[in-house]
């Protein structure tokens, strides 16, 4: 999984960060979405958001900090 640090233009060259950084990631708010600190979190393609449910999906890194069921994010440790 790679994140970019800035919007790209379409069509342009732009910068990938594959691992080592930190990036405040969109989750799913509501019951049962929570996201333990050090949890492993995986990029869920199909709803462009943070997941801890592994089937399916590519791993992304570690949660830095907990998220609640009604926080619409996750920090995570990318490639951690």
Same mark, same amino acid.
């Given at each position: 999984?790679?994140?970019? /640090? ?5 069509? /342009? ?6 691992? +080592?950084? &930190?990036? /405040?990631?969109? /989750?799913?708010v509501? +019951?049962?979405?929570?996201i333990?600190?050090?949890? &492993? ?10 997941t801890?449910t592994?089937? +399916? ?7 830095v ?16």
């Open positions: 999984v790679r994140i970019a /640090k800035q919007d790209i233009a379409a069509n /342009k060259l732009g910068a990938l960060c594959a691992g +080592g950084a &930190i990036f /405040k990631v969109d /989750k799913v509501g +019951g049962s979405t929570a333990a600190d050090g949890a &492993i979190v995986y990029a869920d393609d199909t709803n462009q958001v943070a801890t592994a089937s +399916g999906n590519k791993r992304m890194g570690l949660a900090g907990a998220a609640g069921d009604n926080d619409a994010f996750v920090y995570v440790h990318l490639g951690a």
